[in-house]
């Protein structure tokens, strides 16, 4: 157990839909990271973010979106979602903006 | 970001010692070297890491060349649960790099007999 949450842990929508993914980070710590992972794409960091900023931006849709809250949560927006969407989308935390990063379990999005 | 190779797949058998090779030729100072390895079904899940000297820690022993040009995760006895796919991934923590995200590429996937 890494100490991250993710939640839900599966999720099925249909397209044109929108879905906020939650993460909760290990107690601590003050980045966040969200990753998506495809079949076709590997493992891609999308965003991330340190102590309620943005930090560093990724291979990122227009149509996704982010944001880390006072209590260093953070929630992944997708919206419009497209067949394509489907993925795994893993959460990461680290203590500072450099350090190891510990994954959560990551949501199954199937966009139908 | 400086690249890294690494094979498609590996095989072991049990209790054996596993050798997973990672080639970094474009390395430069300020890139750490770090392996992570993402089991079935599960978050990818952090390793080891070292700059230019041997490290070691519970889970594995990392081995890094003279010129730091590749590296060798090694597991002392592997075991089913080592049944994953290993990453080998450089992070620029210099001044101006990256810093942050991860960038994987394919890595190697272990299997392990029994």
């Known amino acids: 157990d890494s100490g991250v949450t993710q939640t839900p842990k599966h999720l099925i929508t249909a397209t044109g839909q929108r879905v906020t993914l939650r993460c909760s980070p290990r107690?601590?710590?003050?980045?966040v990271y969200w990753y998506q992972q495809s079949l076709d794409q590997g493992l891609q960091f999308l965003i991330q973010?340190?102590?309620?900023?943005?930090?560093a931006k990724g291979n990122i849709l227009e149509r996704f979106s982010a944001q880390q809250f006072p209590d260093l949560h953070s929630e992944l927006n997708l919206s419009s979602l497209e067949l394509g969407d489907s993925a795994l989308y893993f959460c990461a935390s680290s203590a500072n903006i450099v350090g190891t990063q510990y994954f959560g379990p990551g949501t199954r999005l199937l966009v139908l | 970001d400086a690249k890294t190779t690494q094979p498609n797949s590996m095989e072991s058998n049990e209790e054996e010692p596993v050798h997973l090779p990672c080639n970094h030729s474009t390395i430069s100072g300020t890139d750490y070297i770090h392996w992570y390895r993402q089991l079935p079904s599960q978050g990818p899940e952090y390793v080891i890491h070292g700059l230019t000297s041997n490290v070691n820690n519970r889970m594995a022993s990392l081995a890094i060349a003279e010129d730091r040009k590749s590296s060798t995760l090694i597991l002392h006895r592997a075991t089913l649960r080592d049944a994953a796919v290993y990453y080998c991934i450089l992070r620029d923590v210099g001044y101006g790099g990256s810093q942050g995200n991860l960038i994987f590429g394919k890595g190697t996937k272990l299997s392990v007999k029994p």
């Open positions: 107690s601590g710590d003050l980045s």
């Open positions: 973010y340190y102590n309620g900023e943005e930090r």
